[in-house]
Nanobody
């Protein structure tokens, strides 16, 4: 069992920034990949970003490219999602998740992930 805890969400103005944290109960290098997802009521959970731990290869959804950055602090067992130039349409509950076993590429669909955090609310508005 792997436990994940997100933090860093909140209310931010448009064009503002937030950094989400995902603290893991296990070593980050025990995972194949770590991903970030988001969900709004009435819509399916969608992939935002992911990072393959072995080589740092990353995935970003088109709607966040150039604005969001995923990074890893192995010593703190924490993965970050730096979110800049936030837009109202980025408002959602954000989740981190991990993949334990090997997959192809950088997984970026919910069904590929094994363990999930509880989510954190991000609200972009004035």
């Amino acid at each position: 069992q792997v436990y994940l805890t997100e933090s860093g969400g909140g209310l931010v103005h448009p064009e503002g920034s937030l950094r989400l944290s995902c603290a893991a109960s296990a070593r980050i290098d025990d995972f194949y990949a770590v991903g970030w997802f988001r969900q709004v009521p009435g819509k399916e959970r969608e992939g935002v970003s992911g990072i393959r731990i072995s080589d740092g290869n990353t995935y970003y959804a088109d709607f966040v490219k150039g604005r969001f950055t995923v990074s890893v602090d192995f010593a703190k067992k924490t993965v970050y999602l730096q979110m800049n130039s936030l837009k109202p349409e980025d408002t959602a509950v954000y989740y981190c998740a991990v993949v334990i076993g090997p997959r192809r590429g950088v997984p970026h669909t919910p069904g590929e992930y094994d363990y999930w955090g509880q989510g954190v609310q991000v609200t972009v508005g004035s």
